[in-house]
């Protein structure tokens, strides 16, 4: 039952490796040594410590974040098709953004916004599903809860198209961008990583309670599991972090789909091995994109949500058509 | 009975909708007991021993374990004393079979630990108890209807509760693996626990149980041991079919009368 040492390990070492590209490429190329230097005050200091490094750390806690949330969620509704960008949460947080942006706001109130909105619509969905929290989960509760949210996405996708259409023409560059998720200019991600620890500090203890709670709520109760508490605690741990992410990064798809499914082929359904791994996995993913976004067409800067769907649905594709097939 | 009872019942009233399944019961079973609960599709067993299990909360009346009133357990406490096992196992995400029976030890574990070497060791005795020998790291969605359905008596045993209810264990079984489980329940018995089950196999209760719970569905459960419970007159009654008995060398068959 323990051989995790080895994966975290293992990706820990890929997350340095991430972090290292990420820090050597850009407009200007250095080389690992040279970043190295940087790193404790050499001459590219300015580029490696206020630019580059950030958005590193940026990318990589909203992409843990994201991944942490669509995990938790995962095991929490006992399906795979969870995360916070199917949910609603993600359309939430541009509602917010987008009003705080329409009224002219700075750019702490568009964060604001957006974690916010992010609050809202998990805080309206645990409001409708109140019910099938309970110890004895209606049947077909969790995939209520699962349409709910859906539902709450299609109508916060319907609001953001109504704010764009009457947004005036200056704006719409920037909301575009926000609402495919950049990590440009982002260079405080302490939020992010405050949530994500914060988050993983409450879910991880319960990760042999959730174990239990993906065989069934009569089983969980049975052995002792506070299933309505659980739910609520671990649904409220991924709210936190969802909200830290979207403030930051706008909406960012598929990493808290994909990090998950990934780490699960590969490790299987522990969550005490699953919840750290998904982490690092969804850390290192989204910091990928990040690099790939912004070196790929340099000097031009694309969305770093774009190009995480764009790779991450394909992998997605592969491993459910791999998976079909084994 | 010498022992204080290990789970009793006190004017229980359970409904499912508006109809009214169990009024008024009342009932008390201890230790070395095998109680073998019968009734219709519908009379409410699995409501019942949910209901025994702490899992829903009656209308009235209540239950109690080891004398203390289910509502006054810590629900940590009451995982080491009773178990539970449902119709149908739950598997959202694949897993192995031994990981799976390991979830039995849930509460015997501190927050942060993991199962030992010698929760594993005892998980692969289990397994074998249950005839699934070699299965350790078969995924669970990869096994029969009956085989998985041992894999979640072998999580009971795991978690090795005094109390064990279980309901339907015997369903997706073949002939041979009915026996054995039943010899198994038997067993649990005789360990020293009470084992309350509902068995669809009258000839199979009347071989193993030591007791039977006799639900009508409109209400009345009837209680006692299982040579004054089975009669073809009571089946025939919870049925609601004409049973016959068939004598054989002083053991009795049940069977459903049909139109010949």
Known sequence: MRRPLLLWLLLAALALAAFAMALISGSVALTPGAVLRALFGGEQAEIVLRLRLPRALAAFGVGGALALAG??????????????YLLGASGGAAIGALLAMLAGAALAWINLGAAAGAAAVMGLLMLMARRDFGDDIAPGGAVRLLLSGVALAAISGALVALLLAVAPEAQLRGMLFWLLGDLAGVDDSRAVWLALLAAFLIAYPRARALNV????????????????????????????????????????????????HLVRLAVGNDQRVLLPACVMAGGILLLLADTVARTVVAPLQLPTGAVMSLVGAPLFLALLWRDARG | MADSPL?????????????????????????????????????????????????????RGEVLIKGRPLEEWQRHALALERGFVAQHAHDAFDAGVLETALIGRHPHL????WESKADVAAARAVLARVGLQGYEARSVKTLSGGERQRVSLATLLLQDPRICLLDEPTSHQDVAQQAAVSTLLRALAGEGRVVIAALHDINLAARHATHALLLDGAGTVSAGPIAQMLSAENLSRIYRHPMRVVSEQGTDWFFPQTPS
């Open chain 2, 7 to 59: 789970i009793e019942a006190r004017g229980l009233m359970l409904a499912v909708g508006t109809r009214r399944l169990v009024a008024d019961f009342s009932w008390r079973a201890g230790a070395g007991e095998f109680w073998c609960v019968l009734g219709a599709n519908g009379a409410g067993k699995t409501t019942l021993l949910r209901a025994l299990a702490g899992l829903l909360v009656p209308m």
């Open chain 1, 71 to 84: 995990a938790l969620m995962q095991a929490l509704l006992r399906n795979a098709l969870a995360e916070p």
């Open chain 1, 213 to 260: 709670l993906a065989r069934g709520d009569a089983l969980a109760q049975s052995l002792g599991v506070n299933v309505r508490a659980l739910r609520l605690t671990a649904f409220g741990a991924a709210s936190i972090v969802t909200a830290a992410a979207v403030a930051t990064a706008g909406t960012v798809g598929f990493v808290g789909l994909v990090a998950p």
């Open chain 2, 110 to 113: 501190d927050p942060w630990a």
